[in-house]
Structures are given as C-alpha cells and as structure tokens.
C-alpha cells in the first residue's frame, strides 16, 4: 500500500519506411532517489534559514595570484555586519577594502592575505571597518583556506562578526585599570566577607606589600587578629 515514484522513459520503434510502429517503455523506481533528493533540499533550506538569520557575516571567496579576488557567497549577516547587502557586496568587490581604516589595511589585512598564499589554512584576525552608517567598528574574522591547483587561486570562507561592544568594555576596563593603579590615593575594594578584591600600588603601600600578595586575603590574614579584627568591625559599623 506504500506510493512509489517511477521515472518512465518511452522510445519510439521505427520500421524500415520510418513510421512509427510501437513503442518500448523503461520504468524505473526512483523511489529512494526521490526521497534522498527531497531529503537533501529540505537540509539546505534549512542551513540556509539558519545562514539568513544568523548576526554573523558568513562568506566564501576565491583569492587569486595578483592578490584581486572575488565573491562566490555572502549570507544575509553581511548587511548586519557592514552595512552593506550581499548583492551591493557582490557586485563591488573593492567596497569592503575601501571602508578598512587604512591603518589595518595595511598591518592587519594585507599581511593576512600573503599568509594565506603561503599555505596558512587557518587565520583569525581583527580589525577596524566604517560601517555603511559612518561608525567605526571593530570586526572579528575567522578563516579557513584550501589552495586550488586548478585555477592557481585560494578559496577562502570566512566568518565575520561585529565585537565592537567587547572591544569598547574592554577598552574602558582597562581604562578604569590605569586610573587605580596610577592614583595617588589608596583605592581598594572588599568583598562582605573583608577579603580584598582590588587594591591599588599606594593601598598596598600602606600594608607593607605588593598587590598581588593582599588579593583575597583579610585585614585579620594580614595585620593579625586583633589589629585586623578591629579594622573589620569599624567598616561593619560604617
């Protein structure tokens, strides 16, 4: 009771004066051909609604001997990324290189791309690009390669993302980090237990040690039960 799928293929018999006098049919159950075509669609419809929604610019291009190259795919997280729709991409290969900040073009992409035709499979790298809206951000590639004897090329596929927002915490932390450590006055935090979490040189100072040695330990750990106690009970009442 189980439908099949025929594939059914009808050639004409000719006589000697060349009319038609029958016809010999050939079916074949394709049946399972079918169902691993049906199969095989339904998997790229799906990686390609996972590829359109996806906030990563995913993309594969060929890169050739005189260093110019060009697009073979470019999902839909490209525009999120750049500002750009894939087809505006595509169809301007040199857009992307324009809007590198001149700095990175030189020390950070052009260095990658001579890597790459000298047999690096795999490179990851960051750099800053000038997003369609006139912002700076900063982008993080990921990239595997595969030389092609054939065309003497390289085909690259690369995945992009926009760390601009890690970059500009990170940025401010260690901002943050310069001020306490270069303060002239004693800056120090304690967790409620009393353990210290951060203290500056000058905070230190003031404890006969490094830094490093008072992360994690008690006013009682360093100065003694008693003068440590006391210290503890005063910023309990404060």
Known sequence: G?????EMTIIPVLDDQGEITHFIAIKQDVTEREQLRLELENS???????????????????????????????SAGCEHVYGYPPAVLMENPQLWT????????????????????????EKQLQYRFRHQDGSVRWISDYGTARYDAVQHSWTVTIVATDISDRVTR??????????????TDAIMIKDLEGRYQLINPVGAS?????????????????LGPQIGGELQARERQS
Do not use: K
């Open 44 to 74: 790229q419809a799906q990686l390609q609604d996972i590829l359109n929604h996806s906030s990563a610019c995913i993309l594969r291009l060929r890169i050739f001997a005189d260093y110019t190259w060009r697009y073979e795919y470019l």
């Open 170 to 183: 990170e940025q401010s932390l260690e901002q943050y980090r310069l001020i306490v450590e270069n303060s």
């Open 2 to 6: 189980r439908l099949h799928t025929e």
């Open 98 to 121: 324009s809007r590198i900040l001149p700095e990175d073009l030189e020390t950070v992409i052009q260095p990658a791309m001579a890597e790459v035709m000298a047999g690096t499979q």
């Open 206 to 222: 003031y404890l006969g040690t490094d830094p490093g040695a008072i992360i994690g330990q008690t006013d009682q750990d360093l």
